[in-house]
């Protein structure tokens, strides 16, 4: 299957300089230790579990095969009953790593979010990109025109 995604990237020009900058996701370190291998797209690892905290060693394993890491909205904020009571020590952890942080999935429905973004979507981006002591280098969204909205805006 690996040969096959860098077959198909490589026929559609990816692999050439100048094309569009190529992220390859995968929640399994073996395929992209794979990719690693063979090219130089950037690797994406997915923490598919919520997490609150990166231990030292796991971080070290993670920036064997990746260089940047989607980790999910409530690893980023702890909540309680849908009220965000603090933020977690993984995305800094990350952060000191130099590995880039993405976190998903950033919908507009209100109950995707919690209260504290007052049903607003664009509220809750803002929260996310602008924590203190977190630094977020890209969201996740199934609605990407109100993501450009917020880039556009602020």
Do not use: H
Not at 67 to 76: E, M, P, R
Not at 111 to 132: G, K, M, R
Request: charged share 25%; aromatic share 12%; proline share 2%.
């Amino acid at each position: 299957m690996i040969d096959a995604v860098i077959n198909a990237l490589t026929d559609a020009g990816y692999d050439k300089p100048g094309s569009q900058k190529v992220y390859i996701q995968s929640t399994n370190s073996s395929v992209l230790l794979k990719f690693k291998e063979k090219t130089s797209y950037e690797l994406v690892y997915k923490i598919d579990e919520i997490v609150g905290d990166a231990a030292v060693a796991a971080v070290e394993d993670i920036q064997k095969f990746a260089t940047a890491v989607i980790v999910s909205k409530d690893s980023v904020f702890s909540n309680n009953d849908k009220f965000l009571t603090s933020t977690t020590k993984t995305v800094p952890k990350l952060n000191a790593a130099n590995l880039s942080v993405f976190v998903e999935t950033f919908s507009n429905e209100f109950v995707s979010q919690a209260w504290d973004f007052y049903s607003d979507a664009t509220v809750e981006i803002n929260s996310f990109l602008n924590a203190e002591g977190i630094k977020i280098d890209g969201i996740i969204t199934d609605y990407p025109k109100t993501a450009d909205r917020y880039r556009s805006k602020c």
